[in-house]
């Protein structure tokens, strides 16, 4: 259903407000929401505000907004997130290294106590539009295996870069680990299609294209076999391992325990271009290498060769341009629910 953008903001931000949010942070994570639902990116968009909901008035997460700091020093820093809200969380540190980055030419925040943290691109390109480089990453609870295991080992979890360009405004690379999300497992068993190859193994480790078995103990498999394993453990070291968050099979999942603190570990950096040299240099030599990248030959049947995320700007461009988005009828039917549940 199309849904006017100024609509959908005002109810996203009153049912926060009602949920115990200051206004700043109902803005913040309402931001953050809409942008990734205007981008394409449903699954982390406003279907998920309910889930938070949930876990607000079930204990799990707090709406105070209030973070610690552990560790701080000119260009590195390490926080607590004390069990809010992991977009409002993630937001505070990555402006939090984006300061940073502007006094030392790099700013690191690592957060501990957090929870899901919704886009990871939403984040790096809060960098990217202000001039800098930007890197986030995230870890949860295990979904994937590693190799050669045949039950969930890692998390599926979430990396993110973006860089400023000129005309092309902005490179965002935003990835998970596995072939495909368990929603979209689940949602093909429903519909009786079979699965491509490599995207799940069975309960005893088998290769299996039927999308029932991930719900008898089969599980994800990371992209590209060992490759996509090795950047899950670089997402899990750095984003949990040096913040002191969870890791592995000790993360509670936020969407099953909604009572529980999860414990999520983040990792956010930011670097400052200019300390390198002409920033409007730099950006035309990105400039210059999408040029080329678009106007190499293209495969048969290829109309056009994007670059990272130039899909996603258009479809959010898009948005803003016709002042509406288009949600999901059973997303709209979750965020009703959500505000009936807080009494708005």
Same mark, same amino acid.
């Given at each position: 259903?199309?849904?006017?953008?100024?609509?959908?903001?005002?109810?996203?931000? =009153?049912? $926060?407000?009602? %949920?115990?949010?200051?206004?700043?942070?109902? *803005? /913040?994570?309402? &931001?953050?929401?809409?942008?990734?639902?205007?981008?394409?990116?449903?699954?982390?968009?406003?279907?998920?505000?309910?889930?938070?909901?949930?876990?607000?008035?079930?204990?799990?997460?707090?709406?105070?907004?209030?973070?610690?700091?552990?560790?701080?020093?000119?260009?590195?820093?390490?926080?607590?997130?004390?069990?809010?809200?992991?977009?409002?969380?993630?937001?505070?540190?990555?402006?939090?290294?984006?300061?940073?980055?502007?006094?030392?030419?790099?700013?690191?925040?690592?957060?501990?106590?957090?929870?899901?943290?919704?886009?990871?691109?939403?984040?790096?390109?809060?960098?990217?539009?202000?001039?800098?480089?930007?890197?986030?990453?995230?870890?949860?609870?295990?979904?994937?295996?590693?190799?050669?295991?045949?039950?969930?080992?890692?998390?599926? =979890?979430? $990396?993110?870069? %973006?860089?400023?360009?000129?005309?092309?405004? *902005? /490179?965002?690379? &935003?990835?998970?680990?596995?072939?495909?999300?368990?929603?979209?497992?689940?949602?093909?068993?429903?519909?009786?299609?079979?699965?491509?190859e490599g995207w799940i193994i069975d309960k005893d480790g088998r290769p299996t294209t039927d999308p029932n078995d991930y719900e008898k103990g089969g599980t994800l498999m990371p992209f590209g076999g060992y490759k996509g394993y090795g950047f899950?453990?670089?997402?899990?070291?750095?984003?949990?391992?040096?913040?002191?968050?969870?890791?592995?099979?000790?993360?509670?999942?936020?969407?099953?325990?909604?009572?529980?603190?999860?414990?999520?570990?983040?990792?956010?950096?930011?670097?400052?271009?200019?300390?390198?040299?002409?920033?409007?240099?730099?950006?035309?030599?990105?400039?210059?290498?999408?040029?080329?990248?678009?106007?190499?030959?293209?495969?048969?049947?290829?109309?056009?060769?994007?670059?990272?995320?130039?899909?996603?700007?258009?479809?959010?461009?898009?948005?803003?341009?016709?002042?509406?988005?288009?949600?999901?009828?059973?997303?709209?039917?979750?965020?009703?629910?959500?505000?009936?549940?807080?009494?708005?």
């Open positions: 259903m199309k849904v006017a953008i100024k609509e959908i903001q005002e109810l996203s931000e =009153n049912i $926060f407000k009602k %949920a115990g949010l200051c206004e700043s942070d109902a *803005k /913040i994570i309402t &931001d953050v929401l809409l942008e990734t639902e205007m981008r394409g990116v449903f699954t982390h968009g406003f279907l998920r505000l309910e889930w938070y909901i949930d876990c607000i008035l079930s204990g799990g997460i707090h709406t105070d907004g209030n973070i610690g700091t552990v560790y701080d020093s000119p260009s590195w820093a390490s926080v607590d997130g004390k069990d809010n809200l992991g977009i409002v969380v993630s937001y505070k540190a990555m402006k939090m290294a984006m300061e940073k980055a502007k006094q030392t030419g790099v700013g690191i925040v690592n957060v501990r106590g957090s929870h899901h943290f919704g886009a990871a691109g939403y984040y790096t390109s809060m960098c990217a539009d202000n001039g800098m480089v930007g890197m986030s990453m995230s870890n949860g609870d295990v979904l994937i295996a590693a190799t050669g295991s045949r039950v969930r080992t890692i998390g599926n =979890n979430p $990396f993110s870069y %973006a860089f400023p360009a000129g005309k092309y405004g *902005k /490179i965002v690379y &935003d990835i998970a680990m596995s072939h495909t999300s368990d929603r979209k497992v689940v949602q093909m068993a429903k519909e009786g299609k079979s699965l491509p899950a453990m670089m997402v899990e070291t750095l984003a949990a391992t040096l913040s002191g968050a969870a890791m592995t099979t000790n993360v509670h999942a936020w969407n099953k325990n909604p009572d529980e603190g999860g414990n999520v570990g983040h990792f956010f950096m930011a670097m400052d271009i200019s300390r390198l040299g002409d920033p409007d240099g730099y950006r035309a030599r990105v400039d210059s290498m999408i040029d080329e990248i678009k106007s190499s030959e293209k495969a048969v049947g290829v109309d056009t060769i994007y670059y990272p995320g130039e899909i996603e700007m258009g479809k959010m461009q898009k948005c803003l341009d016709q002042g509406w988005v288009e949600i999901a009828d059973d997303t709209m039917l979750s965020v009703r629910n959500a505000a009936k549940k807080i009494g708005l």
